[in-house]
């Protein structure tokens, strides 16, 4: 099977993709910004192959990518699929005209 990176993956719909794709036999490397999130993540499932692995790396910080790069590199992670859950639920609030901000709007979507 092959290898995916999903961001967002310590969240409600993060984790069920995660369990999703490891049921379906994929090698999975998740994020989450804190890692008391990404450790719960990871016992949540009886994965101990080698075929699951979280890092902590937060989108809205400048050197994010350089840190997951770093990180794919250490863990000799070479994802063949990606899927991009990661957000930032700042970006999502209804201001009081009723609509998101459309820089915030982009905002959630700039990885």
Do not use: W
């Amino acid at each position: 099977m092959s290898a995916l990176l999903i961001t967002g993956g310590t969240g409600k719909l993060g984790r069920v993709l995660v369990g999703h794709f490891l049921a379906r036999g994929h090698d999975i490397i998740f994020t989450g910004r804190r890692s008391v999130s990404v450790d719960e993540t990871r016992s949540k499932y009886d994965v101990h192959d080698g075929r699951l692995k979280g890092v902590v790396v937060d989108f809205t910080e400048p050197d994010a990518i350089p840190q997951l790069m770093s990180q794919l590199h250490y863990n000799d992670f070479k994802p063949e699929g990606l899927v991009n859950n990661a957000r930032c639920l700042e970006f999502l609030k209804v201001g009081a005209d009723g609509l998101v901000a459309r820089d915030h709007f982009l905002g959630e979507f700039l990885v």
